[in-house]
Nanobody
Framework: QVQLVESGGGLVQAGGSLRLSCATS????????MGWLRQAPGLELEFVAG????????NYADSVKGRVTISRDNAKNTVYLQMNSLKTEETAVYYC?????????????????WGQGTQVTVSS
């Protein structure tokens, strides 16, 4: 059974940084493309960043380009999201997800497995 567990969320001031982690188990991690997605209160789930199996391809939502970096460590079965210069409107629950077919990382339907999410709150 594939499991994804996010960590690293919390309260941060606007302009600050957070690093989210997502540890996986029950699968061969390097076989999966990975993504980070978020859902703000009252809004729909949206794509934040994605990374292919061997980190060759990385994709970012336009709203986070230049401030956010996705990375993975296949030896540790973990994917990361480094977020800098955070904005209050980025307060959301952040989810990591795994995809057997990575091609359309921005498409939520790409992802086969999801974590429970971690809350990120950015205060003004």
């Amino acid at each position: 059974q594939v499991q994804l567990v996010e960590s690293g969320g919390g309260l941060v001031q606007a302009g600050g940084s957070l690093r989210l982690s997502c540890a996986t188990s029950g699968c061969t991690f390097s076989n999966y493309g990975m993504g980070w997605l978020r859902q703000a209160p009252g809004l729909e789930l949206e794509f934040v960043a994605g990374i292919s199996r061997l980190s060759v391809n990385k994709n970012y939502a336009d709203s986070v380009k230049g401030r956010v970096t996705i990375s993975r460590d296949n030896a540790k079965n973990t994917v990361y999201l480094q977020m800098n210069s955070l904005k209050t409107e980025e307060t959301a629950v952040y989810y990591c997800a795994a995809a057997t077919t990575y091609g359309r990382s921005w498409d939520l339907k790409t992802y086969d497995y999801w974590g429970q999410g971690t809350q990120v709150t950015v205060s003004s």
